[in-house]
């Protein structure tokens, strides 16, 4: 199976700072990967899917970027309301799974 | 709108079966794929299998293959996460998830279901 891995775990952002996830796989996925926020008690919610392309309704500040093995998650100006855990997934080869998450805090 | 509503909260014995349902409405239900998807306490996110509710064609994770049954009834939109014998680290939330696929590729999970709360103890 495809393993992902994210880093950081755990970051600390000032509102308006610049942030920056990684997810990177174990084999090539090209360009399956999806990017989640979940904020606490709620399901997730998809922000970016096939690397680079928001989701309807997600706020222009998030970003994503990368192929193959290392894919990022930027938020330009972070917001107080983007305190959540941030997830990875691949969708290349069943079966789909996620990464450890990154939980932000502000 | 489109919308997956799940069944509720669950408590359980260990050896008792279950099986708990989400009902999907606002999009034509047969025609997505829709899975499940497991966080236990505290824990990351780890995807159970999916299916096709028109043909019924599954995929699970190796990892769930045997452990749990996933299934769907076209006629009434609704798709089904089942037990035959729980355990108590059967415990978590468990969610439905729509996955998004265009032209035989897969993106990503585009709906999700509330969540329903299995709670396995004796």
């Known amino acids: 199976d495809i393993q992902l891995t994210q880093s950081p775990s755990f970051l600390s952002a000032s509102v308006g700072d610049r942030v920056t996830i990684t997810c990177r796989a174990t084999q090539d996925i090209r360009s399956y990967l999806a990017w989640y926020q979940q904020k606490s008690g709620t399901a997730p919610k998809l922000l970016i899917y096939a690397a680079t392309t928001l989701q309807n309704g997600v706020p222009s500040r998030f970003s994503g970027s990368g192929s193959r093995t290392e894919f990022t998650l930027t938020i330009s100006s972070v917001q107080p309301e983007d305190v959540a855990t941030y997830y990875c997934q691949h969708l290349n080869s069943s079966p789909f799974t996620f990464g450890p998450g990154t939980k932000v805090d502000i | 709108e489109v919308q997956l509503v799940q069944s509720g909260a669950e408590v359980k014995k260990p050896g008792e079966s279950l099986k708990i349902s989400c009902k999907g409405s606002g999009y034509a239900f047969g025609t997505y794929w829709i899975g499940w998807v497991r966080q236990m306490p505290g824990k990351d996110l780890e995807w159970l299998g999916i299916?096709?509710?028109?043909?019924?064609?599954?995929i699970y994770s190796p990892s769930f293959q045997g452990q749990v049954t996933i299934s769907a009834d076209r006629s009434i939109s609704t798709a089904y996460l089942q037990w035959s014998t729980l355990k108590a680290s059967d415990t978590a939330i468990y969610y439905c998830a729509r996955h998004l696929r265009r032209g035989g590729d897969f993106y990503g999970i585009d709906v999700w279901g509330q969540g329903t709360t299995v709670t396995v103890s004796s």
């Open positions: 299916i096709y509710p028109d043909d019924s064609d599954t």
